[in-house]
């Protein structure tokens, strides 16, 4: 029950602190995040369009990056090009001109391909025949790659 002027004050300040503490900052909850750039090459080209994904075991979400025409990427997991999971991550690549049922390859987003290569499988109808397969799929890429804090710039990941 309120009384006056003052308890109102108090009481709404009071409900203010509280609900401050319930929210909190989102940001200060997620795990350590460091800066990761590469480069994609199979055969010692550059490979444009790729689809590349960081998976850590236990974290949240993955951490995605698509390689430009000179094969060059930089990941992202919650916002733009703010990196990877501090640790040991696995990678697959996933790279494709064969269009799966519905869409065309050109039309897929990074997150189409995060979920392909999560999914242990590549979608009917789609081939990786740009690189091999074993790199797009979770279960089968040789892929692995530490992120440390300070973050790394310019690593190479070079496909056989």
Do not use: W
């Not at 990941?75 to 064969?98: E, H, I, P, Q, R």
């Not at 392909?116 to 074993?134: H, T, Y």
Request: proline share 6%; hydrophobic share 40%.
């Amino acid at each position: 029950m309120v009384h006056g002027p003052r308890q109102l004050v108090v009481s709404v300040f009071a409900a203010s602190l509280l609900l401050a503490g319930c929210t909190g900052d989102a940001t200060k909850a997620r795990p350590p995040l460091a800066p990761y750039s590469g480069i994609v090459k199979y055969k010692g080209k550059p490979v444009e369009g790729a689809s590349v994904t960081f998976i850590m075991d236990g974290m949240p979400r993955t951490s995605m990056g698509m390689t430009d025409a000179e094969g060059r990427f930089k990941l992202t997991t919650y916002d733009t090009n703010d990196g990877a999971f501090v640790g040991s991550n696995k990678v697959t690549v996933v790279k494709s001109t064969t269009a799966v049922p519905g869409k065309a390859a050109a039309d897929l987003k990074p997150e189409d391909m995060a979920k392909m290569s999560m999914s242990g499988a590549l979608q009917p109808g789609m081939q990786s025949d740009v690189i091999p397969a074993k790199y797009a799929d979770v279960k089968t890429t040789t892929l692995k790659y530490e992120v440390v804090a300070g973050g790394t710039t310019d690593k190479a990941i070079d496909l056989e």
